[in-house]
């Protein structure tokens, strides 16, 4: 089983669609997880960080249920600059620093 | 966004050369990694440092060195280029679990080994 794993995708979904991407852990004593974005030949760009409440930025909402190992994104209202690859990233050690990056999800939000 | 360089931006060499790429940061961060991304892989972790002349391997550390001399430089060695090390390599920086834990990621480095 690989360490974080998500949704193969691609998404393909119209414009103003909501749109939930999700990822899943394998170490149930990771401690930090993000959503990252990643454009076409560019570098990955932090999202948000998912916290244990669930926190919400905008369109985009994310969420941890620590008991599945299970994270969330949703978006929102879709736009056509949301299309790009998205990144479920853990870290997977408590007192340092393991990030895992998941395969990524790639979305095409079309007119 | 954060500051954070690489240099060189794009670089094509030959098997069995030595290539070295650059990672400069000014934002203080005490973390510094190198990733690669290749297609059906996703970013894998090469070398990471927690702090100047500290480092550690990663999970494809084959065939890489790496050196911190500067809080600024993380330094990538690939000492005989093979053609299976063509790929893109990030660099990243963090602040580690104090400042937020967050990483931000330079605009990375295409590397053609022929």
Redesign the interface.
């Known amino acids: 089983r690989k360490e974080v794993e998500q949704d193969p995708g691609p998404f393909n979904v119209p414009e103003g669609a909501t749109v939930a991407f999700n990822c899943t852990y394998s170490n149930s004593a990771s401690q930090s997880f993000f959503w990252y974005r990643q454009d076409c030949r560019k570098e990955p760009k932090l999202l948000m960080s998912v916290y244990s409440s669930g926190n919400e930025d905008g369109r985009f909402t994310a969420q941890l249920n620590r008991a599945s190992q299970y994270i969330s994104l949703l978006i929102r209202d879709s736009k056509l600059s949301d299309s790009a690859t998205y990144l479920c990233v853990v870290n997977m050690r408590a007192n340092g620093q393991n990030f895992v990056f998941g395969p990524g999800t790639r979305l095409s939000v079309l007119p | 966004d954060a500051g954070i360089t690489q240099s060189p931006r794009h670089k094509v060499t030959e098997t069995g050369t030595p290539v070295t790429l650059r990672c400069h940061q000014t934002e203080n961060h005490r973390?510094m990694?190198w990733?690669r991304q290749d297609p059906?892989?996703?970013?894998?972790?090469i070398h990471?440092s927690?702090g100047v002349k500290d480092t550690d391997k990663g999970e494809v550390s084959d065939g890489y060195s790496v050196s911190r001399s500067k809080t600024e430089d993380f330094l990538l060695t690939l000492e005989s280029a093979t053609s299976s090390q063509t790929s893109v390599y990030?660099c990243a920086i963090?602040g580690?679990?104090r400042e937020?834990?967050?990483?931000?990621?330079?605009?990375?480095t295409r590397l053609t080994v022929l």
């Open positions: 973390y990694y990733y059906g892989h996703g970013l894998r972790l990471y927690y990030f963090s580690g679990l937020g834990n967050e990483q931000f990621f330079g605009p990375g």
